[in-house]
């Protein structure tokens, strides 16, 4: 046979080959065209997950879209860290493909995470994470300020009280800081109260009282909540600022109880962590920027931007 | 454009002129094949792409036209609880005595799953009754919200809100639930006066949601719902969209009659189809995300790049392997040919290749064999007549030489010189014997200077010793043999024109020695020799020979005897110098014994 033939034989093979590989490809067990189910596991730093639902919700439904599985965990006590950490332990070693993590102490777990070998991605909420891929949080510095001015807009000559429930959450404290430093540009008196949540519902009268404070801060969902209880319990009138969406706070805003907060949706953090954590895992470009958040005052709560955040279209 | 047409034509024909047969039909199939297939796919892949769009479009209208058709159920369920509502019970009742709290409590259980609440309001606002939840809300205000307003404005027409959150009641519970109300004026009777009057049926959003989503559309594609200004109602992604993380084409659907469009929505292309729904006024929008092949995964790309290639290679290298079994029988019998031009023995042209290829190759052969044949009787031919005009030449013996001859001995034999006679008699017997040999053309050297000596002598009895002879063979030329009567002819011209004009001291040399391969005779004479130009014309054949007296076999005649038995390079030189003589050199290849036989034998 001629070289020649030979060689077109050899080419006419390889290119059979090729022909017969890309019809195999898919079969293939590592080539194969369904992309692999990502395991994702979402770890709270409460007991109590229902503050999360939309954040859930969020999770789930783009977990669906992107076809990967959810698992979310609550600890038996909330800012319990060596147990929040435990959980993380165990699933990295349950073969979790991506970690959702709303850290109890930002600063103990990136140190942690530092001197380990991880390779799943971990995607912080709330609190930035030095050693973590992503944190999807609004920016808490402009939270934070955002929060201040609206006080500064309907500041009645009192002290204004931010209350300090971070404990060692620096997404929290970094709110805190930026509004101290937003009302002291201001020139208004602030008293930062450190309190712990449980201590609201009854500290904050006298504290208030002690302080001549007629407008509180708050800068968590939760602390929120129970200091918008403690205003209507106890009859007080002083102007409640707030952080987060839930229906009570939501029918708090409806009585006048707190006049404003900033909002941004959960269902939004959910489901933009998810997607990053499963392009993470997919070894692709997250595309996380940042999550907005808007000021709404409680006679506004209504107007039809206003109530599409307050308010989640949830079936 | 004409003319770079043609010029391109050009190039291609002189391109295909530089080809061999075997590439023309390879390449040319090749090219066709290929153009073919990809004019083909081409066509097919529009085609399938218009079919496949058409399918999507009729997919699309379809599941739309079933989804209108459950959309428009649902309301219209909801429109006949507003008129059970009005008409069996609103109108049939006297609100100054009679409550109508128990029939619409229990229309609201029947529809529970679908509503909401029930609420009636009187023309200012104020709550007549309502179901499940009894109290308003401190904050509410019925008299100002949009449906309250679109009722009494426009009495005769059902109104659809957009979706919203019902804050009309007091839940104690904060819950907050996303209603589309159904808001119409009625007429109410308060001690027989007839009043106005708001009817509003909250339903619960979750219906709508329900009747809209898993929908499945081609591609991923997916259904949304709009009011006539394009707010959104329904969609699959509503809450990223009002958290601001995602976006729709919603204000441009809302000015799209019922039809399907193309269009470019955040760069990528889609085809959207639009259904108003009745009554309300809603569109209902398919989204189907216009995907090509180019959106395909790289496994397809990969298969159908690696596909073309193999096509291509495959094609071209059948189309070579069909021309090659083509063209290959047709390059072998003009190797065959090119061989039979230069001249090749015993030719093989094999019949191979398709059928009139060997035909052709057949008929070639026989034309070949025929060609040989041919050859043959030509070559035979052409040596009869070598042969005859060689014997012409050889016959050319002057009669005068004979009858002067003759002459001479009956003069001498009368003047009593019979001594002479009988030499010259004895001479002239020898010379005719040697001239006839016995028939052979080849004849030994020593015979053919003796036939040169007899000649001589003959001739210097007749020129009565104007002249003498000296003739002399070197010693290795002893078993040489040569083409017979050659030297005779040249020393008659020696005698005829060069020793004419002698006084009896005439002198001519012959002379024969051997250089290397070739038998060298030179025959000098120191006659008056002769013009250049006269030398030139001798061996000319194309001037007029040069008649003499002798036995009539010139030198030209020499010449081309020898060049016609041994080539080009042997025969005749001449040198000549007026008044100083000539010589002649004949070169001729030294034959032996053997090679004289076998050129005997040969003629």
């Known amino acids: ?315 | 454009m004409h003319k770079l047409f043609k010029r391109f034509a050009l190039n291609i024909a002189g391109l295909y002129k530089k080809m061999s047969i075997q590439m023309v039909i390879a390449r040319s199939f090749t090219t066709v094949a290929i153009i073919g297939m990809v004019f083909m796919g081409g066509s097919m892949v529009l085609h399938f792409l218009n079919t496949s769009s058409e399918l999507i479009i009729e997919n699309t209208e379809r599941v739309l036209r079933q989804s209108n058709l459950n959309l428009d159920s649902y309301l219209r369920s909801m429109m006949q609880i507003s008129d059970t509502m009005y008409y069996r019970v609103i109108k049939h009742s006297d609100l100054a005595k009679d409550s109508i709290s128990n029939s619409m409590d229990l229309l609201y259980e029947e529809n529970r799953d679908s509503l909401v609440s029930i609420a009636l309001f009187n023309g200012t606002g104020e709550l007549i009754t309502s179901t499940p939840l009894s109290t308003l809300k401190q904050s509410a205000k019925p008299q100002e919200s949009s449906w309250f307003l679109a009722a009494l404005s426009k009495m005769e027409n059902f109104h659809f809100s957009t979706p919203h959150i019902q804050r009309l009641f007091d839940h104690s519970d904060n819950q907050y639930h996303w209603v589309v109300s159904l808001s119409r004026y009625v007429q109410l009777t308060y001690g027989g006066v007839t009043k106005s009057g708001v009817l509003l049926v909250d339903m619960n959003f979750a219906g709508i949601e329900q009747v809209c989503q898993n929908v499945e559309l081609a591609n991923g594609g997916y259904i949304y719902l709009i009011d006539a200004n394009g707010e959104i109602i329904y969609h699959p992604k509503q809450q990223l969209i009002y958290a601001g993380l995602h976006e729709e084409n919603n204000i441009k659907a809302s000015t799209y009659a019922d039809g399907t469009y193309k269009e470019t929505f955040l760069g990528e292309k889609r085809l959207v189809s639009v259904k108003t729904v009745g009554y309300t006024g809603w569109k209902l929008v398919g989204v189907v995300p216009n995907k090509t092949f180019s959106s395909g995964s790289p496994q397809i790309w990969f298969f159908g790049l690696s596909l073309i290639l193999f096509s291509i290679f495959l094609l071209a290298f059948v189309n070579f392997r069909i021309s090659a079994y083509i063209s290959d029988p047709i390059q072998r019998l003009e190797h065959s040919i090119n061989n039979l031009r230069i001249g090749t023995d015993n030719l093989q042209i094999e019949e191979t290749g398709c059928y009139e290829v060997q035909k052709l190759t057949h008929s070639i052969r026989s034309m070949v064999s025929t060609m040989h044949h041919l050859m043959d009787d030509i070559i035979e031919q052409e040596r009869q007549k070598r042969r005859s005009e060689l014997e012409i030449l050889q016959s050319q013996i002057n009669p005068h030489f004979l009858y002067n001859t003759l002459d001479s001995i009956i003069w001498m034999t009368e003047a009593g010189r019979y001594d002479e006679s009988i030499q010259m008699v004895t001479s002239l017997a020898r010379f005719f014997r040697i001239s006839l040999s016995r028939g052979k053309r080849i004849i030994p050297l020593k015979d053919e200077l003796e036939h040169a000596k007899h000649y001589m002598t003959i001739q210097q009895i007749r020129f009565k010793n104007k002249f003498t002879t000296e003739i002399t063979a070197q010693p290795d030329t002893e078993n040489i043999y040569t083409l017979k009567l050659i030297i005779q002819p040249i020393l008659e011209n020696a005698i005829y024109h060069g020793m004419a004009s002698c006084e009896d001291d005439g002198l001519i040399r012959v002379n024969a020695w051997r250089d290397n391969d070739d038998l060298i005779i030179d025959i000098s004479d120191n006659g008056i020799g002769m013009r250049p130009e006269v030398v030139e014309s001798l061996l000319d054949e194309n001037k007029p020979e040069i008649k003499t007296s002798g036995s009539g076999m010139g030198v030209r005649n020499v010449h081309r005897r020898i060049q016609l038995n041994f080539g080009e390079q042997y025969g005749l030189s001449i040198f000549s110098e007026p008044d100083e003589g000539t010589s002649v050199r004949i070169r001729l290849p030294a034959l032996n014994e053997e090679l004289a036989k076998q050129m005997e034998e040969n003629e």
Not at chain 1, 142 to 161: E, K, P, S
Not at chain 1, 207 to 231: G, H
Request: hydrophobic share 40%; net charge negative.
């Open chain 1, 1 to 315: 046979m001629k070289k020649n033939n030979l060689i077109q034989l050899v080419i006419l093979f390889i290119l059979g080959a090729a022909v017969l590989f890309s019809l195999l490809l898919p079969q293939l067990p590592h080539i194969s065209n369904n992309e692999e189910i990502i395991q994702i596991s979402m770890i709270l730093r409460e007991s109590d997950n229902s503050l999360w639902s939309n954040t859930r919700i969020g999770l789930e439904q783009a977990s669906n879209e992107f076809n990967a599985e959810l698992r979310f965990l609550s600890l038996s006590k909330t800012d319990d860290y060596n147990e929040q950490l435990e959980l993380v332990k165990r699933e990295i070693d349950g073969g979790a493909d991506a970690i959702i993590i709303v850290p109890v102490n930002p600063d103990e777990f990136s140190n942690w995470l530092s001197n380990q070998k991880i390779s799943c991605p971990i995607i912080s909420i709330e609190s930035p994470i030095k050693n973590a891929n992503l944190t999807i949080s609004p920016d808490c510095q402009m939270l934070g300020t955002a929060l201040a001015n609206a006080a500064i807009h309907r500041w009645r000559g009192n002290t204004v009280c931010l209350i300090d429930t971070s404990l060692s959450r620096t997404g929290i404290t970094a709110r805190i800081d930026a509004a101290e430093q937003t009302l002291k540009k201001h020139n208004i008196p602030v008293k930062r109260i450190t309190i712990s949540d449980n201590q609201i519902l009854n500290d904050l009268p006298s504290l208030l009282l002690q302080y001549n404070s007629s407008d509180v801060i708050t800068f968590e969902p939760y602390s929120t909540e129970l200091a918008a209880k403690c205003k209507e319990n106890n009859k007080l009138d002083f102007k409640l600022y707030g952080t987060g969406v839930s229906t009570y706070i939501a029918g708090c805003m409806e009585r006048g109880t707190i006049n404003a907060i900033a909002a941004w949706s959960d269902y939004a953090t959910g489901y933009l962590a998810a997607q990053n954590a499963i392009l993470l895992s997919r070894n692709k470009k997250p595309t996380f920027d940042s999550l907005p958040f808007r000021i709404i005052y409680w006679e506004d709560m209504y107007e039809t931007e206003n109530e599409k955040l307050l308010f989640p279209v949830i079936s």
